[in-house]
């Protein structure tokens, strides 16, 4: 076998940061997908991107042959900050800089750095700085507002993170103006604790319109491995969050396990046993292999380096192979802008890099077991006809008199014979927008195996309302009946870091510029993690009094974690 180069992009050198030239290559040894690249002061390094190169050389291809790619037709415009020109060289402009391609799917906020956990495993470093950042109420408003000034296609999702987002009490506050504001779906990033001890506040933010809790679930009835990723057995607190989620009547948990090689690796079985157990809760699981941090070997690095293909591996150990294909996040970038048209709601399109994770549903049976979704649906089929009907809706386009069409009188849909232009022109006409659905309905039959079943199967009543009326709420009732959705997200570090993905990534922090206050900076989510998160806090660190309180609130976080232990 010969070495085989798949793509060259630009990296970093995980030593001083600086841009230098990457490859990504095929291991001719052991069939590895690597990175590798050469700094002149510091030398070469390596990296394992997947633990097999077929699948991912497919991936890179598939989303394009299924003609899912909408181009950059989401590349952000200037918007109220305006977006910069690059003057150091992406990724050290983000603001956003004129070289991103993507528009955010997900606008995510960190409204506090303080947390009530000291994690060894943790994104944002929370608690250990010695400084707190929190916006204002006011400044979380202009954060949001900027985010939803966006053009061609601002973000229709919330995420509120942290530190911890629920020491806040005006957390109830912040889900509700983002609601005002226009996003479609508000979550919350959480360790649970909160939500645990206090039924009440949960329920305080669900009425505000908190529509999924992102929940920290990094495994189930493990001590050992809760204490190496998070410092303290965390299971009964879990546990206490469920129970509290069926007493005030919430669903819209998401698990997401950090997966660390050696430590939790073990856990993705139970994990998704948990979840299909709690499906009248748990709306799905979004995996992410650990970033490392710090300088590490070459050696240390494989020994701890966890892909997203050994991801789909344990996946399928622990369903039986329920998932026979992982779809790129970007596979669902026209349907996802589809069903937001027919539900009239702000649209939205998942246009990632195809190394930023999947996403794909995994079905629980009517005998409580794992099934494929391509048992019941020829998912590739279906995906296919979705692009076909967006790009007619693009053009603007009426389906030919044929088949079903041929007894829809346009004038009861509200268009006139001799006004058929006007109608087309007329996007947003009830009359053109009920057609289409009727038309996509006819189309997505044929992609159904077996009508009968799914139709008249508990498993699949989600997807009969679906199909009956197709649009985003329909499809989240999908969900809602015991049918999982199952993805990942590998967030990058300093070893693996890509620029071809950070141009296409989807999920932008916004925070207010430490040197304008007027001027929100909106960071993809990779960079602001890898290269900027340190500077941009510091110099928004509250000082003097402030800092004083935030003493006060770390004796308070010490004074929990006893209580946790014992």
């Known amino acids: 076998m010969t070495e085989e180069i798949i793509r060259r992009t630009r990296s970093i050198c995980p030593e001083c940061l600086k ?99 000291t994690c060894p495993i943790c994104f944002a470093n929370a608690s250990a700085k010695g400084y707190v950042v929190e916006p204002t109420f006011d400044q979380l408003v202009q954060i949001m507002e900027h985010f939803r000034s966006m053009k061609p296609v601002p973000p229709v999702l919330l995420q509120l993170s942290g530190g911890e987002p629920t020491i806040r009490d005006d957390l109830p506050d912040v889900i509700r103006k983002g609601v005002e504001l226009g996003f479609v779906e508000v979550m919350v990033t959480t360790n649970g604790v909160r939500f645990a001890k206090s039924p009440e506040y949960m329920k305080k933010c669900m009425d505000a319109g908190m529509k999924a809790i992102y929940l920290q679930f990094d495994a189930t009835d493990d001590p050992e491995a809760w204490k190496k990723i998070r ?45 299909k157990q709690n499906t009248d809760v748990v709306s799905g699981i979004v995996f992410q292999p650990v970033s490392l941090c710090g300088r590490i070997s070459f050696e240390e690095l494989m020994d701890l380096r966890y892909t997203t293909s050994d991801l789909k591996v344990a996946i399928n150990e622990a369903t039986g192979n329920a998932i026979t294909r992982f779809y790129p996040i970007a596979t669902s970038a026209k349907m996802t802008r589809l069903l937001a048209w027919f539900d009239d709601v702000p649209e939205f399109s998942m246009t990632s890099h195809k190394d930023c994770g999947f996403a794909t549903i995994c079905i629980v ?23 076909k009907t967006y790009d007619m809706v693009q053009k603007q386009e009426i389906p030919k008199p044929t088949g079903f069409l041929k007894n829809i009188n346009l004038e009861d849909l509200g268009a006139v014979p001799n006004t058929i232009g006007k109608f087309i022109d007329d996007m947003t006409s009830l009359g053109y927008r009920q057609m289409m659905k009727a038309y996509y309905l006819a189309g997505s039959m044929r992609y159904v195996k077996n009508p009968t079943k799914v139709l008249t199967s508990k ?8 199909v009956m009326a197709p649009n985003l709420s329909s499809a989240a009732n999908f969900l809602h009946t015991r049918n999982l959705l199952v993805s990942a997200m590998h967030f990058q ?35 602001m993690n890898t290269l900027h998160r340190e500077g941009i806090e510091k110099a928004l660190a509250i000082q003097g009094e402030e800092a004083k309180k935030a003493d006060v609130i770390q004796a308070e976080i010490k004074e929990l974690l006893e209580t946790i232990k014992d």
């Open 365 to 387: 049976n009517d005998k409580d077991e794992w099934e494929p979704l391509d048992k019941y649906f020829d998912v590739e089929g279906l995906m296919r006809w979705s692009n």
């Open 19 to 117: 841009v230098i030239p990457a490859e990504i290559y095929v291991d001719p040894e052991t069939d590895f997908v690597m990175m590798r690249k050469n700094c002149e002061e510091h030398g070469d390094f390596k990296d394992k991107l997947a633990r097999e190169s077929e699948e991912y050389k497919w991936a890179q291809t598939f989303t394009d042959e299924l003609g899912s790619t909408i181009n950059n037709s989401t590349k952000p415009e200037y918007v109220n900050s305006g977006i910069k020109d690059t003057v150091k060289g992406c990724p050290n402009d983000c603001g956003l800089c004129n070289n991103h391609k993507s528009a955010p799917n997900i606008a995510l906020i960190d409204v506090t750095n303080r947390c009530n956990l």
């Open 231 to 275: 410092g303290v057995n965390l299971w009964p607190l879990k546990k206490k969050v469920f129970e509290n989620a069926r007493k005030i009547g919430y669903f819209g948990i998401v698990l997401v396990p950090v997966i660390a090689k050696g430590v939790n690796d073990h856990q993705v079985g139970p994990i998704m046993e948990f979840a």
């Open 459 to 466: 498993t699949f009543q989600g997807f009969a309302r679906l």
């Open 493 to 527: 570090d300093a070893y693996n870091f890509d620029l071809d993905r950070i141009c296409q990534c989807l999920v932008h922090y916004g925070v207010i510029d430490p040197n304008d206050n007027s001027k929100v900076l909106e960071i993809p989510f990779c960079a």
